[in-house]
């Protein structure tokens, strides 16, 4: 995918868009934003409001179980997957299924990539 517009990218667990602009912005727009995703509606809406109306709302586990098809192809994935299940405080609390978000993110990896 890349072009004179950049390399397109998806960014998960997006909030209202850090890594995007981190990787839009700074690098003198050598990447373009085509999906992302987090499942707080107010990152969402200021996600939409800074680069376009292309991050949706919702569980990323729920998104991939019903929605598998609305992955886009793009060059690179990033993200930042909730890290409260592995800080000291939480270390040994069983059964946090934020300790597993690891796995959606590698789905969308290989789905992006998906070229046929």
């Given at each position: 995918?890349?072009?004179?517009?950049?390399?397109?990218?998806?960014?998960?667990?997006?909030?209202?868009?850090?890594?995007?602009?981190?990787?839009?912005?700074?690098?003198?727009?050598?990447?373009?934003?085509?999906?992302?995703?987090?499942?707080?509606?107010?990152?969402v809406?200021?996600?939409?409001?800074?680069?376009?109306?292309?991050?949706?709302?919702?569980?990323?586990?729920?998104?991939?179980?019903n929605?598998?098809?609305?992955?886009?192809?793009?060059?690179?994935?990033?993200?930042?997957?909730?890290?409260?299940?592995f800080?000291?405080?939480?270390?040994k609390?069983?059964?946090?299924?934020?300790k597993?978000?690891w796995?959606?993110f590698?789905?969308?990896?290989?789905?992006?990539?998906?070229?046929?």
């Amino acid at each position: 995918m890349i072009d004179n517009k950049g390399m397109e990218i998806i960014d998960l667990f997006s909030g209202a868009g850090g890594l995007t602009a981190g990787f839009t912005m700074l690098s003198g727009c050598a990447f373009k934003p085509v999906w992302a995703n987090d499942f707080n509606r107010y990152a969402v809406d200021t996600y939409n409001l800074n680069f376009g109306n292309h991050c949706v709302v919702g569980d990323i586990v729920s998104i991939l179980e019903n929605n598998r098809g609305i992955i886009p192809r793009a060059d690179v994935v990033i993200g930042g997957p909730p890290c409260q299940g592995f800080s000291l405080l939480n270390k040994k609390r069983d059964g946090d299924p934020r300790k597993s978000l690891w796995k959606p993110f590698m789905d969308i990896v290989d789905l992006s990539g998906d070229t046929g």
